[in-house]
């Protein structure tokens, strides 16, 4: 797929209008892990715009956005950034098979208390 | 009053806890949770995109079990909640997803989010009634401050979970109020607990759990409780030994006097 | 009957009314007509017998124009219509006379001659006096018999009620009619598909012949003059020429009269194509009392008309129903 | 059969581009009763209007079509173009080619065919058109300002010095407005009281001006001209007349707990009060559900300390009903409720304000006296933080959708004054963009950031939490840095989206004036007539019509005045000849018309009618064409088509179905 | 849009009142809110100016979807018009319902002077409803379509 493919594709999965961003950066305000991300929540939408799908891609936010959606509650224009770095995570884990986690690594994260639905959301995340 | 009741994996398993406190003071609260057959796990997360439809058919099938029984659905675990509360939400107003889903199910009548999907907190709150569960305390929690823990998963987004006020709930203190103990308001019970990263961002997870135990800490909370597994988890793998964190259920089957009859179980 | 022709005698006789507006023996048994009587000798045409269904309140509004007043004979079911109609300042409450007569319910000829019986001579148990439980039918073919109720008009058996809603005395006793649900027929065609409904519709209004039977005679369609008879709309039309005017027709018809239609179900009987047009007329009033509460057009002059009539909260026209 | 030309207009390009105009000329000559086609860049310059006055002449027209913009733009233009022309006004019809086709349109192939539809329809609408004269209504020399703000005040002296009676309906005790709640002005930091307060006195004290404070509108009838208004004057329970205004009534009241709404709910104060001390009346009123006296029956202490015997508990509500020729709507705006932004925390601390509460701290008559101070522990803040766009430019159904328009000019306000009267207070502003347009704004706000050390930053707050020590953490992001903040204040202070007041929703229904989805009340045109509500007769003054500062304010609603003014002038005016009227011989006198005319235009008559040679008395309905506005409730009701609408009659509309159907 | 062959293109006749949807049909025109060319306004005073003769005599000549458009309940230039434009349609609608009418083909949306987005947005909603149903032949005199 061409990049604009791909920025349409994240544009439908997500059912967000990136043009409804008005910049406020209230997301970025908002995030939890903001400081752990390279591309930062009030980017997203730039980088779908002008079609830069590889650097999105290939950005660390994917993997480090909670799915916590205090971003997606607190957006007073309706824009949904959460549910587009989601979008872009499912197109990489689409095409790419998704290489964040392997099964073989799986043991040693584990312990004791670790709750399964860590682990079926952790795949359901990462994995195709 | 007779529920469907959907437990989810993670409370057949290392949640067991929350669930048969749940099911044990459901019994003196006077309404019954009757386990829907042959459910399976949620998918422990909502799928976000518009194109997701596989994941969400065990939501589908649980909520359709409810549905042709006639009952509301009950959950406990607030991932379970949000995921099938979503999804459910999705069945009513989103017609690709409701026909799509419709046609891989390929029920006897199509399923269009019907069925009333309902938190145990909610079933306390709005079936029960606070007033009448104080009345049925027999071993009040006085002296005890507790910080309500609620996370992410119960409130956001709170068009679609209407579970109380995002940004300013109050259903815990006021279930608190109701055991006889003090509710601590502390301002970041609604901020995430690092949830589905801490797999593999044990780090990150962890600062974001000392920031809400510090900030519950401050305003005097000598415990914490949560409706949520991961929260649990995450919130003790980070600290155990300063704020003890437990299920809601658990304080609610000591209240209520029968924690150890529960505990046979 | 003959205590109505007793009192109309009497009435006459003292100067309380100028004539009678009554039923006059028809050519069969079964075809008694409207008619005024002027005279105590008139008066010896005089019938009320089961087949009287016809609703003497519409030809109250010319006798509402004549000199001094006039007695009429309302069943429980015309007193509606009558009362109707003085709501609309149709009719001068001053220029009647009004008797309420009992019914026991009126009979068919249609729903006889389905029976079988062909060839009518003359029919017995009909009178006020009778039963009114079986029919004596002499035939050309010898005697039959038949049940009443089953022969009852359609309108009988969903009886609005036999109390006389407006009357100045009442004579004869009634008895209860009702045994069917009167909206139970609108039901059945609203669960149909679009596509049955249509056909059913179509099926019923293509028999239209446009003889106007049913305006006629309907107390509610009494303008002075229809606006299908004149220029106000470009709609003037003698014959349907096609499906559509059928269809414009009954709808404007019915609509015209929506909360004003009592419910007499003249139409339906006098249509000589058997169109069952009550079923448009009965879904208005099942729409109105379903929307806007019950509604009985005719009982009480004071009560708002429905269309007449609005509340803040009224449903939305593309508010489906439930 | 009419004669009818048809005048095809290119409004520049705005048709033309997207209509194939000269294909519309040639369509329609083929039409019935087209005798004249012809098409003008601009049909509504005096040149354009020339050619139909010419053709009317030549060609004999007894009927006009124009193919332009909107009837709303200039079917007057073309009414009267047909009267100098010398033909009935009403012989004409326009189809809105511009509005309702090329500027939706872009295919012009589709754009022409639909222009011609339209040009259809209007050509068999003329085909059956009649002439019709406009009668004539009295107008009431006396005008109802609704509001007693800024607004309403400038409106109702400018109307009064123009020496009409103008009377103002105020629903608290006092005018004054929210202006009065201000402490200082921007751009010139003026006290808001110094320029107010002689601006009441003056509107108090002229003789064409009548205060009705502590009242309201209840009830509006009529029509331009001659609108009929209850006002209902609230029982004060203190007797105007008597009362001297000495206070000592307030002082004396035992009930002190009410929370005080002229300072935001931030102090209390008694039952009996008088909102502010600069009041307009001077004269308190009973809060009844606060005074003991209503509550209990005991009490009393008003009534003995009043030395003037002005209090009268048995004071009952009043009804004036007082007739109008213009109503000037001037009701005002309040700031939106915070719960949809709890993230904000202003419902759980104290020391989260909003702006207008931040006004009455900093005023000397507010509830600290005018000391900054933290509300929860009354000490002096060090660090405070500003939010701008708090539910301003929201699309998420949380808040408003529009920009309130004065936040940024206030809070650079705020800004200064603290920098400048507490030098050691450090002052962030979190905003979304700046904007100061108007004079010397830009200047103003350049001004708090250059000389006071303000310190912008771009990008909004996402939270405020409160700490154990009382402190609030502000969690925002610098965009323009791309890093993520955390500030400890002591203050934080949110610049609140601004509301149409309340109560404009019921005035609007009363006057049938239209509001939009924010409750802004319309204008009869966004640019062109932007003090005049559609509703002929209703003007609008102030934030009751979109976000406004107080120079604006002042602007437009000498503007309303204006316009008011110009109709109060007039002796009579043309009224709408499009009225109901009834075919005596179809009339059935079934009433049922007459209960659904809102404006009690029908009655009944028994009159002799000559129904084809047969004279009868008949009971026929009768319309009064100076009440009826020309509604058509009345003709559908009637089920013979009796009742008919002069200008848009059955046969018309239905020639205009039929012509877009055919 | 351009046209093209073959494709189903609806007559649609809009009954817009003068005061808030001809208004509101004006500013979606001034805002350059397009929905498509099917959709011919008709402009009368007030909602409750719109007899069902209207309505019928258009379904008469061939429209395929008519549409009522009014002041917001509350919001009448003439106080209570469109309640009682309200109470006739809704009646109406449901007789043609009954009669086997698909539902879609008639609609009343409120319009305010101010809503020129829902104008544009009814009107593209409405053809799209109606190109779904298809050309109207249950209420047609037939000898009209061509």
């Not at chain 2, 409780?225 to 003890?244: D, G, R």
């Not at chain 3, 009320?48 to 269904?53: E, K, V």
């Not at chain 4, 101070?373 to 933080?385: H, I, Q, Y």
Request: some cysteine; overall charge neutral; aromatic content about 8%.
């Amino acid at each position: 797929m061409s990049h604009r493919n791909y920025s349409e594709k994240i544009k439908e999965i997500s059912g967000v209008n990136p043009y409804k961003c008005m910049k406020c950066g209230k997301c970025s305000a908002t995030c939890p892990s903001y400081n752990e991300m390279d591309i930062k929540p009030h980017q997203f939408v730039s980088y779908v715009l002008n079609e830069d799908i590889e650097a999105l891609a290939d950005s660390k936010s994917l993997w480090k956005c909670l799915s916590c959606f205090a971003c997606v509650e607190r957006c007073p224009r309706d824009v949904k950034p959460g549910k587009l770095i989601d979008a872009a995570r499912q197109i990489v884990v689409r095409e790419r098979g998704g290489d964040y986690l392997s099964a073989d690594e799986i043991p040693e994260l584990l312990d004791e208390e670790l709750p399964q639905q860590l682990l079926v959301s952790a795949f359901r995340r990462y994995k195709r | 009053m007779k529920y469907s009741y959907y437990p989810g994996c993670t409370l057949k398993n290392k949640a067991k806890d929350l669930d048969r406190y749940a099911r044990t003071c459901a019994e003196v609260l006077g309404f019954e949770l009757e386990e829907i057959e042959n459910w399976q796990c949620c998918g422990g997360v909502y799928p976000l995109g518009n194109d997701e439809i596989a994941t969400k058919l065990s939501s589908v099938r649980v909520l359709n079990d409810a549905k042709e029984k006639g009952q509301e659905l009950v959950t406990v675990c607030s991932a379970c909640y949000h995921v099938v509360k979503r999804v459910n939400d999705d069945m009513k107003h989103v017609d690709d997803i409701r026909t799509r889903a419709n046609n891989y199910m390929n029920l006897s009548e199509p399923y269009s989010g019907e069925t009333n999907v309902l938190h145990y907190l909610e079933v306390l709150r709005d079936k029960i009634g606070f007033d009448k569960l104080k009345e049925k305390v027999t071993n009040p929690l006085t002296g005890k401050k507790i910080g309500a823990y609620y996370g992410c998963l119960l409130l956001r987004p709170g068009k679609v979970m209407a579970f109380d006020n995002p940004e300013n709930p109050k259903i815990m203190e006021d279930f608190i109020r109701a055991l006889g103990a003090e509710p601590v308001v502390y301002p970041y019970r609604n901020e995430c607990c690092g949830g589905y990263i801490s797999l593999k961002e044990k780090e990150m997870a962890k600062s974001m759990c000392d920031t809400i135990t510090e900030s519950a800490k401050g305003f005097g909370a000598d415990m914490l409780i949560t409706a949520c597994p991961l929260c649990m988890y995450n919130l003790n793998k980070a600290q155990k030994e300063t704020l003890p964190v437990y299920y809601f259920t658990e304080l609610l089957a000591e209240a209520l006097g029968v924690k150890e009859e529960a505990e046979k179980k | 009957m003959q205590e109505l022709v007793n009192r109309a005698k009497e009435l006459l006789a003292n100067g309380t009314v100028q004539r009678v507006l009554g039923w006059k023996a028809g050519d069969m048994a079964y075809n008694p007509e409207p008619s005024y009587f002027e005279s105590e000798a008139d008066l010896s045409e005089f019938v009320y017998d089961a087949f009287c269904g016809a609703n003497l309140s519409k030809y109250m509004i010319e006798a509402s124009k004549k000199e001094g007043k006039t007695l009429v004979f309302l069943k429980p079911c015309d007193s509606y219509s009558f009362n109707q109609l003085l709501k609309e300042h149709r009719v001068d409450r001053d220029k009647a006379y009004i008797i309420g007569v009992g019914c026991k319910g009126k009979l068919d000829i249609e729903k006889i001659k389905k029976e079988g019986i062909k060839g009518i001579e003359s029919i017995s148990g009909i009178g006020m006096e009778d039963a009114c439980d079986t029919l004596k039918i002499g035939t050309l073919y010898g005697d039959k018999e038949c049940s009443y109720q089953d022969v009852m008009l359609e309108r009988c058996h969903v009886c609005k009620g036999k109390d006389h809603v407006v009357f100045d005395e009442t004579l004869l006793e009634s008895r209860d009619t009702v045994d069917s649900e009167r909206f139970h027929e609108v039901e059945k065609i609203e669960k149909m598909s679009p596509e049955e409904k249509f056909q059913f519709f179509q099926k019923e209004l293509s028999k239209c012949i446009r003889c106007n039977a049913c305006r006629n005679v309907c107390p509610a369609c009494s303008c002075r003059k229809c606006v299908f008879d004149s220029t106000k709309f470009d709609s003037a039309q003698k014959a349907n020429v096609d499906p559509f005017q059928e269809k414009m027709f009954h709808i404007i018809r019915a609509f015209h009269v929506a909360g004003r239609c009592t419910d007499c179900g003249e139409c339906s009987r006098v249509c000589p194509q058997g169109i069952r047009l009550h079923l448009f007329n009965r879904k208005f009033i099942k729409d109105i009392n379903e929307f806007y509460g019950d509604y009985t057009a005719g009982e009480d002059i004071n009560q708002e008309a429905p269309l007449t009539h609005f509340e803040f909260s009224d449903r939305e026209p593309n508010e489906e129903r439930g | 059969m009419q004669r009818i030309g048809v005048f095809v207009c290119h409004c520049g390009s705005n048709i033309a581009a997207t209509v194939d105009v000269k294909k519309v000329v040639e369509t329609v000559l083929s039409e019935p009763g087209v005798c004249h086609a012809e098409d003008y860049p601009y049909m509504c310059s005096e040149a354009g209007q020339m050619k139909i006055l010419e053709a009317v002449k030549e060609k004999k027209l007894t009927g006009i079509v124009v193919c332009s913009c909107s009837p709303r733009m200039h079917e007057a233009t073309f009414r009267k173009a047909a009267e100098r022309a010398g033909l009935n006004p009403y012989m004409v019809e326009i189809a809105n080619i511009r509005e309702h086709c090329s500027w939706i349109h872009k295919d012009m192939e589709e754009a022409t065919k639909k222009a011609v539809i339209l040009a259809r329809a209007a050509i068999a609408k003329v085909n059956l058109n009649t002439p019709l004269q406009a009668g004539e209504s009295r107008v009431t020399k006396r005008a109802l300002v609704i509001g007693g703000g800024i607004a309403g005040i400038q409106t109702a002296l400018d109307i009064a010095d123009a020496g009409y009676e103008v009377d103002i309906v105020e629903k608290t005790p006092s005018i004054g407005g929210r202006m009065s709640q201000l402490d200082k002005t921007f751009p010139t930091l003026d006290c808001s009281a110094c320029i107010l307060t002689p601006k009441m006195v003056e509107a108090a004290a002229h003789e064409k001006i009548n205060i009705y404070t502590y009242s309201e509108v209840d009830k509006v009838t009529g029509f331009v001209g001659d609108f009929t208004v209850d006002i209902r004057k609230k029982a004060r329970s203190v007797d105007s007349a008597k009362c001297t205004g000495c206070g000592v009534c307030q002082e004396k009241c035992p009930s002190k707990k009410s929370l005080n709404e002229f300072n935001r709910g931030l102090n209390t104060r008694s039952a009996i009060y008088t909102p502010f001390a600069q009041a307009i009346p001077n004269v308190p009123v009973i809060d009844r559900d606060a005074c003991i006296k209503f509550k209990t029956g005991k009490c009393g202490v008003c009534e003995k300390v009043c030395q003037a015997g002005a209090i009268d508990y048995n004071q009952k509500d009043e009804i004036i009903t007082e007739k109008y020729g213009a109503i000037v709507v001037a009701t005002g705006f309040d700031t939106i409720k915070l719960d949809n932004y709890d993230e904000y925390a202003y419902n759980q601390s104290k020391d989260v304000i909003t702006s207008l509460e931040l006004e009455r701290i900093m005023n000397a008559a507010g509830p600290t006296k005018g000391h900054l101070e933290r509300l929860s522990d009354g000490k002096a803040p060090k660090e405070m933080v500003f939010i701008q766009c708090v539910g301003s430019r929201c699309s998420d159904n949380r808040g408003k959708s529009y920009c309130s328009k004065i936040c940024c000019m206030y809070t650079a306000k705020h800004a200064m004054l603290i920098r400048d009267k507490y030098p050691d207070v450090n002052v962030t502003v979190f905003y979304i963009d700046v904007r100061t347009p108007g004079k010397n704004f830009d200047e103003f706000y350049r001004r708090a950031v250059e000389e006071y050390g303000v310190n912008y930053v771009k990008g909004q707050v996402g939270k405020v939490a409160p700490l154990p020590n009382g402190k609030l953490l502000v969690q925002g992001s610098d965009l323009l840095d791309n890093k993520q903040i955390l500030k400890e204040a002591d203050m934080v202070v949110l610049a609140t989206a601004i509301e149409p007041e309340a109560s404009v929703r019921q005035i609007a229904t009363m006057l049938t004036a239209s509001i939009d989805t924010n409750n802004f009340l319309t204008e009869a045109h966004p640019k062109l007539r932007p003090v005049e509500s559609p509703t002929a007769g209703v003007f609008l003054s102030g934030v009751c019509q979109g976000p406004k500062d107080i120079p604006e304010t002042v602007a437009q609603a000498g503007a309303a005045a204006v316009k008011a003014i110009g109709l109060l002038a007039k002796d009579k005016l043309t009224t709408n000849p499009c009225t109901a009227k009834p075919d005596e011989l179809l009339c059935n006198g079934c009433s049922q018309c007459a209960n659904v005319c809102p404006y009690g235009a029908i009655t009944y008559e028994e009159k002799e009618v000559n129904d084809h040679g047969i004279r009868e008395t008949r009971r026929v309905a009768q319309v009064n064409g100076a009440l009826c506005q020309g509604c058509g409730a009345c003709t559908v009701t009637c089920p013979s088509g009796a009742m008919d609408l002069q200008g848009f009659s059955n046969r018309q509309i239905i020639a205009e179905v039929d012509a877009i159907c055919r | 849009m351009p046209l093209t062959e073959n494709e189903f293109r609806p007559k649609i006749v809009a009954f817009c009142c003068n005061w808030c949807s001809y208004a509101g049909a004006d500013l979606a025109g001034s805002s350059r809110l397009s929905y498509p060319a099917d959709v011919k306004i008709i402009k009368v005073p007030c909602s409750c100016r719109v007899n069902p003769m209207f309505i019928l005599r258009a379904f008469e000549k061939g429209a395929d979807g008519v549409i009522l458009c009014g002041c917001h309940p509350g919001d009448c230039h003439y106080s209570t018009g469109n309640y009682y434009a309200r109470r006739r349609m809704t009646l109406l609608f449901s007789m043609l319902d009954y009669l086997g009418i698909e539902k879609g083909r008639t609609r009343v949306e409120w319009v305010s002077a101010a809503e020129g987005v829902k104008f544009s947005q009814t009107m593209n909603e409405f053809v799209e409803k109606i190109k779904s149903l298809g050309e109207n032949v249950r209420l047609g005199d037939l000898r009209c379509k061509n």
